[in-house]
Every structure is written in C-alpha cells, then in structure tokens.
C-alpha cells in the first residue's frame, strides 16, 4: 500500500513540467540581493572599525605626545625622563601606530 502511494507520487513528480528557467532566475537573483546585501554590510562594517582605528591611533599619538611634551617642560613641572627612555618611548610608538594601521587597514581594504 505504501510503495503504490509513493509510486503514484513519483509519476506525478515526473509528469509535472516544471520551468527550470524560471527557477534558475529566481535563484540568481535572490543571490544577487544576498550578494548586494552583504556588500552594503560589509561597507558600513569598514566605515565604522576604520572610524575606531583613527580614534584609537590619535588618541594614542596625543598621549605619546603629551608625554614627550611634558618631558620637555621638566623644569617648569616635576616630570622628568631619561634621553633613551624617551627615544624608546618614540620608535616603538611610531612602529606601533604604523603597525595597527598596517594591519587594520590591510584588513578592512583588501
């Protein structure tokens, strides 16, 4: 009894005509609104991670900076720091700083 149904449902299957055109252009284009949709994401994903990287950076550079600035007025306020500390302190923020850029940029933009 129930391979006669089956049967009965696969003769019907292969009696049917079904438009594999239509189908097909169906199907390209529900994946061209996915392929647009992720494009649009992906766009505003960059905008907004390379928006986070500036900030980040220059509010890293403006640190790095205030420290130099205030090792300068070391007569005038009660910080001081030695000439390779300082040196270090601005090779290994520029490598830094060029570094995260490299790579986030990299990253987002390939």
Do not use: C, H, W
């Amino acid at each position: 009894m129930l391979n006669s149904k089956l049967d009965n449902l696969l003769e019907e299957a292969e009696n049917s005509s079904v438009d594999t055109k239509e189908i097909d252009t169906e199907v390209a284009s529900l994946l061209t609104e996915q392929e647009v949709y992720d494009r649009v994401q992906d766009r505003y994903e960059r905008k907004k991670y390379a928006f986070r990287t500036f900030i980040f950076l220059s509010a890293f550079t403006a640190f790095v900076l205030s420290i130099i600035i205030a090792a300068g007025f070391s007569k005038v306020i009660p910080f001081s720091l030695n000439d390779t500390v300082l040196i270090s302190l601005i090779t290994s923020s520029l490598a830094t700083v060029v570094g995260i850029f490299i790579l986030v940029m990299r990253y987002l933009f390939k």
